[in-house]
Structure formats: structure tokens, C-alpha cells
């Protein structure tokens, strides 16, 4: 009896320590199921639909951000997403995470800039999302003066096109947006600020261009554009497919410095916004001239989340960037008309 005794005591051991084995893992697995960085890279896979874009797009190894995905998918005991031959989908599951990764994602942000702007030595810190011609045209500028006119705000300044922008902003990831064109998304407040003309360029020896060029010339010679996502894009196809004409997009490359190489070496030809060329156009490489019948414009907005907190420098942040828009729209020259203000109408004013 002592024998038998000893070896079920044996067996209990054994049978607890199996359990602890088992138990403890699930437990910090339970304890890590999401945090931050899977988050991220989570809502960075649905944003570009291809992991392989969002490991390039991150600059993170694909294999780690797969792990990090599959890891994420396990624990929480769900699919996520549905791979196919084009890419990745939301599954339902994957959806719900989403819509709730965005909201925290934004929350943490929030917290992260009150924390910090009531640190007495630090200065307020403004995520500022720019397009590429805005930077060209004022981004140091914009910097140098919020140094002077504004030593408690910070900008942090992220260059990118316009839907890029706006997808960042809705992440949390940027407080401001100087994007193109308004997309009417939830929870996205936008005021327009400029009417900006879009300018019809090629090589400087290619001979296509007088003063003036018919929209239907246009888009038949080798245009390279952006994509279908950008605002330029969209504007031609509305256009062309209003009139019935078909686009000849020769190349389509997500790079404006790709674009201006092609333009110059004289192999395609492109419809851009004033600054991104001035540059060129000064030095000689690239000739621009308006677009009529019709004439192509859009508009400036900038954008900020309806539900933003405030910022603790509100009122002199705001003032700063109308001065700065004021003077964007001078370097744009005949090509840019302000048609509003950063600046929220005083009680009783008027709309001009």
C-alpha cells in the first residue's frame, strides 16, 4: 500500500506539472495577444492589401511581419484575412479588428501628445502631412518660420501624395493634412484653401507644346501618371469619360521623381501641379503650359479629424499655417487662387 501510495503521488506530480506546462504558455499568449506593433502592422496590410508592399512600406523584413500577422491570427483564434490570387481581404473577424485598430491606434497618439505637452521643458509636437509640391515650394520655409513665430510647437513633417496622406491621418498617424481634393470619409473635417491649375508638361526639346494645350491633345500623347488612387488620375478619367476619350497612360509610376526623369529625358509627358516642376522649368529641363477646354484644377485641403483633441497651441498654430498657405499660394503664382482660411469665421462673418 505505501508502494502504490508513493507511485500515485508520483503520477499527481507529473500530472500537475503537465498542467503548469501547458497552462503557463497559455496564459502569457492570452497576456500578448495584441499590442502595438502587431496593430500597426496589421492595419498596414489592409491599407496596401499586399504584405509584401506593407514589409516595404515599413521597412520591416516580410518574413517578421508575416510571423507577426500569423502570431496575431493564432492567438486571438481567428482568420483575419483571405488570401487570394490578387492579394489579401478582410474576413469579418478582420474587419472588427480594424475598425477597433484604428481607434486605438489614434487613442494611443492622443495620449502620447498630452503626456508630452505637459512636460515643461518640451515643446508641442505636430505630425504635418504635406503633398510633394507644397514641400517643394515652401516645406523649409514652413520650418525656419515655425522656429521663430512659433518656438512651443514642433512640426514633424511627412512628405507624401495626397491619398497616402489621408490614409495615414485616419490611422492617427499624422494631426494634419495638406492633401488634395476631400474624400468624404467618416469622422474626416476638411476646409478647402486653394483652387490650384494643373500644368501640362514635357521635355524641353520635345516641340509639343505652345502656349496653351487642348485637354484632348493632352491624353494622347505618353502621359506618365501616378494611379488610379491619386487626385490627378481621377481628375483626367472624369474628364475623358465625360467627353468619351480614351487616356494614353504609357507609364504608371508612384514616384513624382521617376515621373520628372521621364518628362526630361523627353519619353513620356505628364500633368502636374506648378511646384513640383518649378525647379525644372527654371533649370531648363521641362517646358509647362496650362490645359484648356477644359482647363484642369483642384483644390487644397487641409484636413484633421472631426474628434481631434485640441491642440495646447491651438489658436497660434492655426494662425501660423493660414500665414504659410497665404504665402504658398504667392509662390504659386498665376496658377493659385486662395479661396478660404485656416482660421475658423468669427461669430456674424461671412464667407467672401
Given at each position: 500500500?505505501?508502494?502504490?501510495?508513493?507511485?500515485?503521488?508520483?503520477?499527481?506530480?507529473?500530472?500537475?506539472?503537465?498542467?503548469?506546462?501547458?497552462?503557463?504558455?497559455?496564459?502569457?499568449?492570452?497576456?500578448?495577444?495584441?499590442?502595438?506593433?502587431?496593430?500597426?502592422?496589421?492595419?498596414?496590410?489592409?491599407?496596401?492589401?499586399?504584405?509584401?508592399?506593407?514589409?516595404?512600406?515599413?521597412?520591416?523584413?516580410?518574413?517578421?511581419?508575416?510571423?507577426?500577422?500569423?502570431?496575431?491570427?493564432?492567438?486571438?483564434?481567428?482568420?483575419?484575412?483571405?488570401?487570394?490570387?490578387?492579394?489579401?481581404?478582410?474576413?469579418?473577424?478582420?474587419?472588427?479588428?480594424?475598425?477597433?485598430?484604428?481607434?486605438?491606434?489614434?487613442?494611443?497618439?492622443?495620449?502620447?501628445?498630452?503626456?508630452?505637452?505637459?512636460?515643461?521643458?518640451?515643446?508641442?509636437?505636430?505630425?504635418?502631412?504635406?503633398?510633394?509640391?507644397?514641400?517643394?515650394?515652401?516645406?523649409?520655409?514652413?520650418?525656419?518660420?515655425?522656429?521663430?513665430?512659433?518656438?512651443?510647437?514642433?512640426?514633424?513633417?511627412?512628405?507624401?501624395?495626397?491619398?497616402?496622406?489621408?490614409?495615414?491621418?485616419?490611422?492617427?498617424?499624422?494631426?494634419?493634412?495638406?492633401?488634395?481634393?476631400?474624400?468624404?470619409?467618416?469622422?474626416?473635417?476638411?476646409?478647402?484653401?486653394?483652387?490650384?491649375?494643373?500644368?501640362?508638361?514635357?521635355?524641353?526639346?520635345?516641340?509639343?507644346?505652345?502656349?496653351?494645350i487642348s485637354f484632348e491633345e493632352a491624353i494622347r500623347t505618353d502621359l506618365a501618371l501616378v494611379s488610379d488612387r491619386d487626385i490627378v488620375w481621377r481628375l483626367i478619367h472624369d474628364v475623358a469619360g465625360r467627353q468619351k476619350l480614351p487616356v494614353n497612360v504609357a507609364f504608371e509610376v508612384q514616384s513624382m521623381p521617376a515621373i520628372?526623369t521621364l518628362v526630361a529625358r523627353g519619353a513620356a509627358t505628364s500633368v502636374v501641379p506648378y511646384g513640383v516642376v518649378a525647379e525644372e522649368i527654371q533649370q531648363g529641363l521641362i517646358v509647362a503650359c496650362p490645359i484648356r477646354q477644359p482647363s484642369m484644377k483642384r483644390t487644397l485641403f487641409l484636413n484633421r479629424m472631426s474628434d481631434?483633441?485640441?491642440?495646447?497651441?491651438?489658436?497660434?498654430?492655426?494662425?501660423?499655417?493660414?500665414?504659410?498657405?497665404?504665402?504658398?499660394?504667392?509662390?504659386?503664382?498665376?496658377?493659385?487662387?486662395?479661396?478660404?482660411?485656416?482660421?475658423?469665421?468669427?461669430?456674424?462673418?461671412?464667407?467672401?
Open positions: 500500500m505505501r508502494l502504490i501510495s508513493r507511485r500515485r503521488c508520483r503520477k499527481n506530480a507529473i500530472a500537475r506539472s503537465a498542467l503548469r506546462a501547458i497552462a503557463l504558455p497559455r496564459a502569457r499568449i492570452w497576456e500578448e495577444t495584441i499590442n502595438l506593433r502587431q496593430l500597426r502592422y496589421f492595419v498596414k496590410v489592409v491599407e496596401t492589401g499586399n504584405i509584401t508592399r506593407a514589409s516595404e512600406s515599413m521597412n520591416v523584413a516580410q518574413t517578421a511581419l508575416g510571423q507577426q500577422i500569423r502570431h496575431l491570427e493564432e492567438s486571438l483564434g481567428v482568420r483575419l484575412f483571405v488570401r487570394h490570387s490578387r492579394g489579401i481581404s478582410l474576413t469579418e473577424p478582420g474587419e472588427v479588428l480594424h475598425r477597433h485598430a484604428l481607434a486605438i491606434l489614434s487613442s494611443v497618439e492622443e495620449a502620447r501628445r498630452e503626456v508630452m505637452a505637459h512636460g515643461a521643458a518640451r515643446r508641442e509636437v505636430v505630425n504635418l502631412g504635406v503633398t510633394p509640391s507644397i514641400q517643394a515650394l515652401i516645406g523649409p520655409e514652413l520650418l525656419l518660420a515655425a522656429r521663430d513665430e512659433i518656438p512651443d510647437v514642433s512640426f514633424r513633417v511627412v512628405e507624401e501624395l495626397s491619398f497616402i496622406l489621408i490614409d495615414a491621418l485616419m490611422r492617427g498617424e499624422l494631426d494634419i493634412a495638406l492633401a488634395y481634393e476631400f474624400e468624404n470619409r467618416p469622422g474626416l473635417a476638411a476646409t478647402a484653401l486653394i483652387e490650384e491649375e494643373l500644368l501640362f508638361v514635357a521635355g524641353a526639346g520635345s516641340g509639343v507644346l505652345g502656349e496653351s520628372k481631434a483633441v485640441s491642440f495646447v497651441h491651438e489658436t497660434a498654430l492655426l494662425a501660423f499655417l493660414d500665414r504659410m498657405i497665404g504665402r504658398l499660394a504667392e509662390r504659386m503664382g498665376p496658377y493659385g487662387s486662395l479661396i478660404g482660411s485656416v482660421l475658423p469665421r468669427r461669430h456674424g462673418e461671412v464667407e467672401p
